[in-house]
């Protein structure tokens, strides 16, 4: 055998390892299913309308809906966008007893300037190391993915977004909210 062979069989032996890894890797993130209690927890974040709180977990939220948006990372075009949607919608979600949380690992100080400069009142948590975004199946180191769940008052998840387009998506939300309430 000459060395070009060897060293032809050893990158592809190298490429089905990586391959093999990478499908480990992936199946790690699994997205929760439907109907199923959603991961729980704990996370440092800031609220402009409650500035003295500063750790958010999924029991915040019980007796409420929940719509809970991961996201990449603030004032990125596609983010702002999604984020100003949800806040122009945040009337008709709380009428319909839901609070709106978005997550990135965006530290605090950003989330604050964030809120600030595009006028959010809801809230926004950090996640730092990605720890929630993967039980959520919304984790691709180093940024969340643009996935949203909406989780009913018992802390289930009643629907899922994955992937979605930030201009159209809050009112997708909505739409599907009032849907599942009104079964």
């Given at each position: 055998?000459?060395?070009?062979?060897?060293?032809?069989?050893?990158?592809?032996?190298?490429?089905?390892?990586?391959?093999?890894y990478i499908q480990s890797a992936q199946a790690l993130t699994s997205i929760p299913p439907i109907n199923e209690k959603a991961p729980s927890f704990e996370l440092y974040?800031?609220?402009?309308?409650?500035?003295?709180?500063?750790?958010?977990?999924?029991?915040?939220?019980?007796?409420?809906?929940?719509?809970?948006?991961?996201?990449?990372?603030?004032?990125?075009?596609?983010?702002?966008?999604?984020?100003?949607?949800?806040?122009?919608?945040?009337?008709?979600?709380?009428?319909?007893?839901?609070?709106?949380?978005?997550?990135?690992?965006?530290?605090?100080?950003?989330?604050?300037?964030?809120?600030?400069?595009?006028?959010?009142?809801?809230?926004?948590?950090?996640?730092?190391?990605?720890?929630?975004?993967?039980?959520?199946?919304?984790?691709?180191?180093?940024?969340?993915?643009?996935?949203?769940?909406?989780?009913?008052?018992?802390?289930?998840i009643k629907y899922k977004w994955i992937g979605v387009n930030p201009i159209r998506h809050a009112n997708d939300v909505l739409s599907k909210l009032k849907q599942i309430?009104?079964?």
């Amino acid at each position: 055998m000459n060395i070009r062979n060897v060293i032809k069989k050893l990158l592809i032996t190298l490429t089905v390892i990586i391959t093999i890894y990478i499908q480990s890797a992936q199946a790690l993130t699994s997205i929760p299913p439907i109907n199923e209690k959603a991961p729980s927890f704990e996370l440092y974040g800031f609220s402009p309308l409650n500035k003295n709180k500063e750790n958010w977990s999924l029991l915040d939220f019980k007796n409420k809906w929940l719509v809970l948006y991961f996201y990449p990372k603030d004032f990125t075009v596609g983010c702002t966008l999604e984020a100003k949607s949800f806040q122009s919608l945040s009337n008709e979600f709380e009428l319909r007893n839901t609070k709106i949380v978005g997550i990135s690992n965006d530290n605090g100080e950003s989330h604050k300037s964030f809120c600030a400069s595009e006028k959010l009142s809801y809230i926004l948590l950090t996640d730092f190391d990605g720890k929630t975004s993967s039980d959520y199946g919304s984790w691709n180191a180093p940024f969340s993915k643009r996935n949203t769940f909406l989780i009913d008052p018992h802390g289930i998840i009643k629907y899922k977004w994955i992937g979605v387009n930030p201009i159209r998506h809050a009112n997708d939300v909505l739409s599907k909210l009032k849907q599942i309430q009104e079964e």
